[in-house]
């Protein structure tokens, strides 16, 4: 029992590291690489 908590605690803080940012797929680096040189500054 208290393993699986501690267990439920550890994901509960690796979900929580990943709320502040979006997740990007390599299409969508593909994408944004191209705005940056067709866009600069």
Do not use: A, D, V
């Not at 550890?10 to 040189?37: A, C, M, S």
């Amino acid at each position: 029992m208290e393993e699986q908590n501690r267990k439920l605690q550890q994901e509960l803080l690796e979900e929580r590291k990943n709320t502040n940012f979006t997740q990007t797929y390599p299409k969508g680096w593909e994408r944004i690489r191209n705005l940056i040189q067709s866009n600069p500054g």
